[in-house]
């Protein structure tokens, strides 16, 4: 008798274990089905992204080459100003010189003008006195 009473539990405990199992086999074929069609979305996804990809690779290799060319250009741009800078100032030195050199040069010129005009009515005076007193 306790042989089959043993069996009688062992055919109980089987009959609530079967439902249990058959409920766990369908929710993991529900899981492999979602897990299929992720794999499928993401595949999908894989897909239009290597497209878009393929469409805009063209446009980005392009504004990288004249990225490239815009930095070659502003290292030109910068050797071009600092050979200026350095062109200006010994400009501005020379300049600076010239002007001095000027400034002397019109003061001896105004001091030239200044003894001739001198010379010039001293030769008037001397004209006048001789024009007022005839021989």
Do not use: C, Y
């Not at 405990?13 to 409920?23: A, C, Q, S, T």
Request: glycine residues 2%; hydrophobic residues 35%.
């Amino acid at each position: 008798m306790s042989e089959d009473t043993t069996q009688q539990l062992l055919v109980a405990r089987l009959d609530r274990l079967i439902p249990i199992v058959e409920e766990t086999n369908a929710r993991l074929q529900n899981v492999e089905e979602h897990q299929n069609a992720l794999k499928a979305q993401l595949e999908n996804l894989d897909a239009r992204v290597e497209k878009r990809l393929q469409d805009t690779r063209p446009i980005w290799e392009s504004v990288q080459s004249r990225l490239a060319d815009l930095d070659k250009k502003v290292d030109g741009i910068a050797e071009l100003r600092t050979e200026m800078d350095s062109r200006f100032t010994k400009l501005e030195a020379e300049t600076t010189s010239g002007f001095r050199a000027t400034g002397r040069k019109i003061n001896v010129l105004m001091e030239n003008l200044v003894g001739l005009t001198a010379d010039i009515r001293e030769l008037q005076d001397r004209i006048e006195k001789l024009e007022s007193h005839p021989v």
